[in-house]
């Protein structure tokens, strides 16, 4: 497991703040540079690259312009696909509001999201303290569990889950969307293990002898030097709980307990298909749920990269 | 702080002999870990290791959820040879993640190798291949279905310029597994940050001696920076193939659910669709359980063949491998 080790060395051991130049942390101390040394480019190579990163750029963006401005679009031209719309609308807002519950939808959305980030943030950060700080007799091979576990297809739990939650009777409820992040996740706890091997011991050390106990070492010290990574876990979490499907088709069966995406599917399979042809209605609730999500990106970008860069380290 | 303070875990020193008193200490120290760890052995004995154990259970009887389960044997399994829906939805299944996979890994590095020469500007670009990811899967299948319309689709309608009369891709079966693959690659963005951030990391020292050999550009890549980043390849490889082969929700979404009486969906009907329908739908619970540990073990059976392949092509740093 020696590639584990080679998470910390990359992180500041103590850095709560790091500069706002937009390169993850976790990438490399080293300069920024331009790309491989000693390859002078030449000015077609460098118009090509130019060239090539404009044509990606559109592509990657234009699917969600072209959503956003046909929600803006009457029926009848939602597939005219125009950037800017013909005629411009509010209509579309208007109706779908009244069409479908969304305000009900979203704030059972807001409700599980919230508890899912918050639940999991908060017992994978004390799972993964205890497997960073203390020394124990079958640590490892309990932590080579936790990893295991990542490897598992959720298709072999989904059924006996599905029957645990059916016997308390929450079939039906929101709670099984996140009652089960109370006992941490295994993607989360290792990615907040190898934040706290990045503290330095001695200053643990130095708490002791100060009189600080377990808890006080684990709430007062190391998790507000390990916040980047808890914002991380509470960002990803926030965005793979927002956007789930599956378990709220699995769970949820009256249309007032929907969240949103299991919302979107239902008015997709009465206006999509449902012989109404209403797209304009259904671009318009993808729109209302795909927002959130890029807000949330735009607060919290940052954080995004340098996760997501964090989890490539393992290879 | 001193710069060499170490780390948690820092090269561990010779075992002590232990005094009474420490040998305290160390109960006490592992009782705190358990407690720190409880919240996790809790949940992994209720929601995993039950589930594992029953859901084995399950496969081996007939469940409905209203009566109690008939035992059957392994008549689940045999059953599960037959069913011609089963074959499709692996042959599917396949096909999807046997293209995918490797256009996803080939076209974000592509991009990750643009990105490391956009210099400045490379945070912007980052920002911008990310963006598709935030989108809510749900919304992508909705996007697949506009954008792939056959009649007029932006897609088709992008084709229409070369003079290309693109097929009908959300209904033609046999191109809507092309489509689905197309609309995938538009979130690779977390896989391009992954290998960008491996090839910030090869050592400058590599390309400057490479430019003392006179090597040129399509030789630096192929000698060093591939050999380099070779292990983030691998990782992407091997999430990509786990996830292609429980490939859900975007599928579901578009050519699936309540609502579709238009569209032929057999072509998309992806082994964790059909499984979803067996559990969930016809309450099948006892063939859906044998269904999903069928599932887990072609995966374990894929990763570990992947494993083995990567030896011979995946270059580790020395003493960054040994796990």
Not at chain 1, 115 to 124: E, G, H, K, P, Y
Not at chain 1, 282 to 298: G, H, K, Q, R
Not at chain 2, 290 to 300: E, G, K, P, Q
């Amino acid at each position: 497991m020696a590639d584990l080790q080679a998470g910390p060395s990359q992180l500041p051991p103590v850095a709560p703040v790091r500069p706002v130049d937009g390169a993850p942390a976790a990438v490399a101390p080293a300069p920024r540079r331009t790309g491989p040394a000693g390859t002078r480019r030449s000015p077609v190579a460098r118009v090509l690259t130019w060239l090539a990163l404009g044509a990606a750029t559109v592509i990657f963006t234009y699917p969600l312009l072209w959503l956003i401005s046909a929600s803006f679009k009457p029926r009848s031209e939602v597939f005219d696909n125009r950037l800017i719309p013909k005629s411009f609308t509010f209509e579309n807002y208007l109706t779908v509001w009244q069409e479908a519950p969304l305000a009900l939808w979203l704030s059972n959305t807001v409700l599980v999201t919230v508890l899912a980030a918050t639940t999991v943030t908060i017992s994978s950060a004390l799972v993964a303290w205890g497997f960073a700080f203390f020394r124990f007799r079958g640590r490892n091979v309990l932590f080579g569990l936790v990893l295991a576990t990542m490897m598992l297809p959720g298709a072999v739990t989904m059924i006996p889950t599905f029957l645990i939650w059916n016997s308390l009777g929450q079939v039906g409820t929101l709670t099984p969307l996140w009652a089960g992040n109370l006992f941490g996740s295994a993607f989360y706890i290792f990615l907040l293990r190898q934040f706290f091997l990045g503290l330095p011991r001695e200053l643990f050390e130095a708490a002791r002898v100060d009189g600080a106990n377990n808890w006080h070492m684990f709430s007062r010290i190391a998790l507000p030097l390990c916040k980047p990574a808890l914002v991380v876990t509470l960002l990803f979490e926030f965005q793979a709980a927002w956007t789930d499907l599956m378990r709220p088709l699995i769970y949820l069966r009256d249309s007032s307990t929907f969240t949103v995406p299991r919302g979107l599917k239902a008015l997709l399979d009465q206006f999509g298909f449902g012989g109404d042809w209403h797209w304009e209605l259904v671009v318009t609730a993808s729109v209302i749920t795909t927002v959130p999500m890029i807000v949330l990106f735009f607060i919290g970008q940052r954080h995004f990269v340098e996760g997501i860069a964090t989890t490539g380290n393992k290879g | 702080m001193s710069s060499q303070a170490a780390p948690l875990r820092g090269p561990r020193a010779a075992k002590p002999v232990l005094r009474p008193g420490q040998r305290r200490n160390r109960r006490r120290a592992r009782r705190a870990a358990l407690l720190f760890i409880s919240p996790w052995i809790a949940g992994f004995l209720i929601f995993t290791l039950w589930p594992v154990i029953y859901s084995a259970y399950l496969s081996l009887t007939d469940y409905d959820v209203i009566n109690n389960p008939n035992f059957v044997g392994t008549a689940n399994y045999a059953e599960l040879f037959e069913d011609p829906k089963t074959a499709l939805s692996l042959r599917n299944t396949f096909i999807y993640t046997a293209i995918s996979v490797p256009a996803h890994v080939i076209v974000s590095l592509l991009l990750a190798l643009l990105l490391n020469r956009a210099g400045r500007a490379s945070g912007f670009f980052r920002t911008v291949f990310y963006l598709p990811k935030m989108t809510p899967p749900v919304a992508i299948g909705i996007l697949v279905l506009l954008l792939f319309n056959g009649q007029n689709g932006l897609v088709n309608g992008f084709l229409g310029w070369f003079g290309i009369d693109g097929p009908a891709w959300t209904t033609d079966p046999s191109w809507i597994k092309p489509g689905l693959i197309l609309m995938s690659l538009w979130t690779l963005g977390s896989s391009v940050i992954i290998l960008l951030a491996a090839l910030r990391d090869v050592p400058q020292e590599l390309y400057d001696s490479a430019k003392v050999d006179g090597a040129n550009s399509f030789q630096v890549t192929r000698s060093i920076t591939l050999p380099m980043i070779s292990g983030s390849l691998f990782f992407l490889v091997i999430i990509n193939t786990i996830a292609g082969f429980q490939t859900f929700t975007e599928a579901y979404t578009a050519f699936f659910g309540s609502g579709n009486t238009t569209y032929s969906n057999d072509a998309a009907l992806f082994y964790s669709i059909y499984l979803f329908q067996q559990a969930f739908e016809f309450l099948h619970m006892g063939y859906a359980s044998a269904m999903a540990w069928v599932l887990f073990v072609i995966v374990l059976i894929v990763t570990v063949i992947q494993m083995v392949v990567s030896r011979r092509f995946v270059y580790y740093e020395s003493g960054n491998n040994d796990g």
